[in-house]
């Protein structure tokens, strides 16, 4: 609900009830990033927020518009990161991108109409003007904002030379009432708002008035943004107010700050949203914590997207703002990782093992990967960890050891590893809990500890000194596999090379 007053003049209401009954139309959203860097976090949650409310109406609609007006700012790369970095997300919208930029003639067209009603006028003021009128407030301790010196004065008093700006006749008097359905009942008086340009001197539409015409034109019932676009609602419900249009209802959320409370930075975790896949988030673990970032739903922290549609509401918004919480992040991220569909894990998973190894995998590697999926997903916490835990499963015989697992091989360990390796070949038996058997009867044989032939096991089995359980391991690459990677082992003095 958004409404003006003025002294002599009844209050202007515009009622979501109202809305609905003048408009007859389904709740339609829309995410408008600008092309002029990355997908972050924040818009991220944006996007998220109105996406989901849109779902969460029968008939709802989601719009993204790019907001590309910005000619020397925006850049093709951009666009493609953030449709890439939604599509990654899991945000579909409905219709194609629309660009703002291509849309100009339709808001210098608004922009003359209002013009020839008298509801705005061509400022003649020159830049030289407007500095002086900018520093002459500052001095005197007044807020810095257009005069008004052309709003009533006759066109043909302007210089020769000067191309004008057309600005909107603001009101003076009475203030402005947002019912934003997050911040409560906000206001400013008129006097703080001047009259603000809607088409520059190269006729070029203002930021203002592109997204008022575009907004009503989508049909946009809801606007969800951060609150820092709270005084641009102000002067955009002028906007409307002078149209004759119905306003969507508004919806400001908090922003985003690092756990120390400061304005989120890099250091907290604001990159591009390609750098959280690049590092390993799934896709469903991002939607989860972008949305317990800032709305709740009870006590529920793990929550699916079928559950996000149907439960999404703005009672469920803070007013304060939302922290950033890496440690929160991984750990969601790992309980989806758990939950996750192998064969969807398998299609992330491969092609980094093959980054890792420069494309050498094993014949079977993607069967073994497959096999051990369920205990490598268990103790990883992002896709990119589960990759360089399975690259064992994967390299090509004979396989590298490193310097702490070459140590560990030394002649009694050598000696146990080949009495083992005999045993071994004669069972028929392949399970985990049979080589842990057979394993302990030997050490207890040789009476030493089991990590003291487990310990080599591992190196000559993995290469390195640490992996999921060694029994698992051998589960894992099947008895053949096993055999030859332990008589590779046994046939090379590695304390040597």
Known sequence: MCYTTGANEPARLESPEFTVAERVMAVVTRFA???????????????????????????????????????????????????????????DWDGEPVSQFARAGRHAEVARTLLAEGRAYHCYATPEELTEMRETARRDGRSVRYDGRWRDRDPAEAPPGIDPVIRLKMPHEGQTVVADHVQGEVKVANRELDDMVLLRADGTPTYMLAVVVDDHDSGVSHVIRGDDHLTNTFRQFQLYGALDWIPPEFAHIPLIHGPDGAKMSKRHGAVGLAAYRESGFLPQAMRNYLLRLGWSHGDDEIIDTDQAIAWF?????????????????????????????????????????????????????????????????????????????AVFLTRIRPVPLDDDAARLLDGEARGRLGRLARLLDEIPDWSPQRLEELTRRIADEEGVKLGLIAQPLRAALTGAKASPPIFEVMDMLGRDESLGRLADALATDHRNS
């Open 313 to 389: 509401g703005f009672g469920g918004i803070g007013r304060s703002p939302a922290r950033f919480d890496m440690a929160r992040l991984i750990s969601i991220n790992a309980h989806h990782l758990r939950v996750c569909d192998d064969q969807e894990l398998m299609g992330l998973v491969i092609p980094r093992l093959g980054a890792l190894l420069d494309g050498n995998l094993a014949d079977d590697a993607v069967l073994r990967v497959l096999k051990g999926m369920p205990a490598l997903k268990a103790r990883a916490k992002t896709v990119a960890e589960l990759a360089d835990n």
């Open 33 to 91: 990033p600008s092309p002029t860097g990355i997908l972050h976090i924040g818009g991220a949650r944006t996007a998220l927020f109105n996406w989901l409310f849109a779902r969460h109406h029968a008939g709802g609609r989601f719009v993204l518009r790019i907001e590309d007006t910005d000619r020397a700012r925006s850049s093709r790369d951009a666009v493609d990161a953030i449709v890439d970095g939604l599509r990654w997300l899991g945000l």
